[in-house]
Structures are given as C-alpha cells and as structure tokens.
C-alpha cells in the first residue's frame, strides 16, 4: 500500500503486518519497507499498546545477495534515538527449499548497549518458522 510518513512528503510503498491477540483485538500493527539500497526490509512505522514510533533506516530483514557469516551493519533512526543493527547470516542453504537462518542484533549507538539479539529462521512455504531471543 502506499503510505506518507507525517511531516513527509513522500510517498512510499509498504508492507503492513497486523498481530492480533486471542481475543481478536489488534495487538500491533507494523509497516514496512525495502531500506538501506535494498540490503533489508525493514520498519517505517510501529504501533503497539506501548506507542507509535517512526523509524528511519530500520533493517529487520536481509535483502539481495548475502554469503554465509557475513555481516552487516546500519544505522537506524528509531523513535529518534540512534541505533546500530547488525545482520549476520548463519545458513543460506543450497536448494529453493533451503531455510534461511539469520541473527539481528539492536545496539544503542552512542553507549553500545545491546538492545536485541534474536536468531530468525525462514523457510519456503512457511515464512516465519522459528524465533529464538538470546538472553544475557
């Protein structure tokens, strides 16, 4: 769909994801774009019971070309704070059928302190197939 971001002019083609809760409500909604020259796919916009933010640069997904244990880094503008996202990926496989697996670390730029560090694991027909949060 197509979506302004306030005080934009520019319009811009997103995806939007709806999480519902048990009761049907909706929990969150999130849009989200091709960022960074086509590297990710990442979050212009974030809803949740917590608050809206913006997000400028968001990198959540990796897009194109990527070897196995590279890694990447961005900057992200998220909710007006400066962030740091790093990808890496952990397995590509060889055949269509293969899984793509992949960790996502958020850092705060300025400090270093680490905000997220989660393993995605994506596969042909399932998309979203395993989620693990790496607790310190």
């Known amino acids: 769909m197509d979506w302004r971001a306030p005080g934009s002019d520019e319009i811009i ?5 709806t ?3 048990r009761e049907g409500k909706v929990r969150k909604t999130q849009l989200f774009t091709i960022t960074n ?3 990710c796919m990442g979050r212009v916009y974030d809803q949740r019971r917590s608050g809206t933010k913006y997000i400028k640069n968001g990198c959540k997904f990796p897009l194109g070309f990527w070897k196995k ?3 990447r880094t961005f900057s992200v503008t998220d909710g007006g704070r400066s962030r740091t996202v790093e990808l890496t990926i952990l397995n590509l496989g060889k055949k269509p ?3 793509v697996k992949f ?3 958020l850092f705060d ?3 270093g302190q680490k905000y997220g560090d989660n ?3 994506f596969c042909k027909k399932k998309s979203y197939d395993q989620f693990n949060n790496q607790k310190d």
């Open 109 to 111: 730029t300025a400090t």
């Open 69 to 71: 244990d590279e890694s």
């Open 97 to 99: 059928s293969s899984c």
């Open 19 to 21: 999480q519902k809760n």
């Open 119 to 121: 393993d995605y694991k």
């Open 37 to 39: 020259d086509g590297q």
């Open 103 to 105: 960790n996502w670390k």
């Open 13 to 17: 083609k997103v995806y939007k994801r």
